[in-house]
């Protein structure tokens, strides 16, 4: 397996610009979590997916920052519109399925970085 | 609120010493405990995770983690670090009882001098 996937690795965009970054989770991995990574606030979890379906969203920043999964493989963050305080490494990972534990081991994508001027 | 701790930021030792990363952690509920790696321009890598039983937990790449409950620590250990262990380390707690998440302290970047 090729791991999770992100896209694109770097992103340099303008304040005002709409983003969107891209996650191929792990083939049957039911969870997919996006985390942000900045120096001043560490790795923060902003949302999380359970079978394509959004089970936690209560650390996604503001309303201009909304994520889809709209089939198995695929997940998007977009960010609508872009301010440079959103400059971070956004990070994809994800987890199978198991029952009545909860121990499960994240694999994390490489990261998107993005930078907001 | 599940939340992990590390109390440094850096941690600078030689190679061929002992080395320590600190973790507190306050959970309601059992401790489910985390640790990864991150080398630079990469992503997250698992090292280890304590659920339930021996308090000693062995890892990848050599490193172990002790887990004390008295002292609510869940602290990161090798014996003979390595220069090639150079990068920053996270301390985790899954993010509730039923969840799956994980939430993580700030990290500790590990410098092993040669």
């Known amino acids: 397996d090729a791991g999770v996937i992100q896209s694109p690795r770097h992103e340099v965009t303008e304040m005002g610009q709409e983003v969107t970054l891209r996650c191929k989770p792990i083939?049957?991995?039911?969870?997919l979590f996006w985390y942000r990574q900045t120096m001043m606030r560490g790795l923060e979890l902003l949302i999380y997916f359970n079978n394509n379906v959004p089970i936690d969203d209560s650390g996604m920043p503001e309303d201009r920052f909304s994520a889809k999964m709209p089939n198995a493989s695929f997940s998007t963050l977009k960010i609508q519109p872009s301010e440079p305080r959103d400059s971070a490494v956004y990070f994809c990972?994800?987890?199978?399925?198991?029952?009545?534990?909860?121990?499960?081991?994240?694999?994390f994508g490489a990261g998107s970085r993005l930078t907001v001027l | 609120a599940q939340s992990v701790a590390q109390p440094e930021d850096q941690v600078n030792v030689a190679e061929g010493n002992p080395l320590t990363v600190k973790c507190t952690y306050s959970v309601s509920g059992n401790p489910y405990l985390f640790w990864y790696v991150q080398y630079p321009n990469r992503g997250l890598q698992f090292l280890l995770k304590?659920?339930?039983?021996?308090?000693l937990v062995k890892g990848s790449y050599g490193f172990e983690a002790e887990f004390n409950k008295s002292q609510t620590s869940f602290h990161l250990k090798k014996p003979s670090a390595l220069v090639s262990d150079s990068a920053l380390y996270f301390c985790a707690v899954r993010a509730n009882q039923a969840g799956t998440a994980l939430i993580f302290g700030k990290g500790t970047t590990l410098s092993v001098s040669s």
């Open positions: 990972a994800s987890t199978p399925r198991v029952p009545g534990t909860g121990a499960n081991v994240l694999t």
């Open positions: 304590y659920i339930t039983g021996d308090n």
């Open positions: 083939s049957g991995h039911d969870y």
